[in-house]
């Protein structure tokens, strides 16, 4: 085992890229929430795309490192400890035995990424290694106390000597964490249900500013700010969600759903957000401004 947790945090989860195309078991696509982010991580270090890291959630975690590796954390911006001294975002850093890796609170966003040379080795579920919130498949969230193993290449010994060169490769672009105190500005295309709402309602969801709710996880974004109405009163029949569905309950008031959303939903779904744009939602704060683009 090559990590230890002494500190999970509020939430830290192990996810890669997820296990779309299961929705007839019942399961989300679930994944990295800012898959960006994690894209980043992981080429920075030269690991598959579909490596698996970890999803820290507003930092807290504390982690020792038994063996050594390398390492880089992408996605929020905040103030990240290796033995107790600052440890730079956005690049791969060499990790001795025994250091111990903290994270702070972050600044700007709310969930980092941390790759680890060969990804965390965790047992896979229809090809996937992340954990699905809604459903509880996959790996369990960390406790204290936990070991977390790393593949194969993460204990190549001549891996470890050097921090991976990634000058020619295809690194993603570093892409800022949203500044909580501006505006995060999201696109999107009209839904399957936009006939169940007047045009007042489509252009009170595209003009006015949403509020992210302190409510907001994994599964969804709710959205406070003026309700959406509806001319439409009968029952929608439950029918199937896609990731970015914006759906609108009786109180008028949409959820987006993310990356562990459920699969069916008997609200209507008055637009869809475009997928690149959900990776910014994943670093909104509570409290702060969302604005569509259709």
């Known amino acids: 085992m090559g990590i230890?947790?002494?500190?999970?945090?509020?939430?830290?989860?192990?996810e890669d890229l997820?296990?779309?195309g299961y929705a007839a078991l019942g399961l989300s696509p679930s994944g990295a929430l800012d898959r960006q982010a994690l894209l980043l991580a992981n080429a920075l270090l030269g690991n598959p795309a579909d490596a698996a890291g970890l999803e820290v959630l507003l930092g807290g975690l504390r982690l020792r490192f038994v063996t050594a590796s390398t390492v880089a954390v992408t996605g929020a911006e905040g103030l990240v400890k290796l033995n107790g001294s600052e440890m730079p975002l956005n690049q791969a850093v060499r990790i001795a035995p025994g250091t111990v890796l903290e994270f702070g609170a972050p600044l700007f966003g709310v969930r980092y990424y941390l790759a680890v040379l060969g990804g965390i080795d965790?047992?896979?579920?229809?090809g996937s290694r992340s954990s699905d919130?809604?459903?509880?498949?996959?790996?369990?969230?960390?406790r204290a106390g936990d070991s977390l193993a790393v593949g194969r290449t993460g204990n190549d010994a001549s891996s470890l000597n050097s921090v991976p060169d990634r000058a020619g490769g295809a690194v993603p672009p570093v892409r800022r964490a949203p500044d909580p105190g501006q505006a995060i500005v999201a696109r999107v295309h009209r839904g399957p249900r936009v006939d169940w709402f007047d045009d007042e309602s489509w252009l009170r969801l595209v003009t006015q500013h949403w509020t992210l709710s302190p409510e907001s996880n994994r599964i969804g974004a709710r959205l406070l700010g003026r309700p959406l109405l509806r001319i439409?009163?009968?029952?929608l029949p439950s029918e199937?969600?896609?990731l970015g569905a914006l759906q609108v309950p009786p109180s008028g008031l949409p959820t987006v759903f993310l990356?562990?959303?459920?699969?069916?939903g008997g609200y209507p779904v008055i637009a869809v957000v475009r997928r690149g744009d959900l990776d910014l939602l994943a670093q909104a704060r509570p409290g702060q401004t969302i604005k569509f683009l259709g």
């Not at 230890?4 to 192990?14: A, D, E, K, S």
């Not at 965790?122 to 229809?126: G, I, V």
């Open 133 to 142: 919130v809604l459903s509880g498949e996959g790996p369990a969230p960390l």
């Open 232 to 235: 439409r009163g009968e029952e």
């Open 122 to 126: 965790a047992p896979r579920l229809l």
């Open 18 to 20: 997820g296990r779309p």
């Open 4 to 14: 230890v947790v002494m500190n999970p945090g509020p939430q830290t989860l192990v």
């Open 259 to 264: 990356a562990d959303h459920p699969v069916t």
């Open 240 to 242: 199937g969600m896609a």
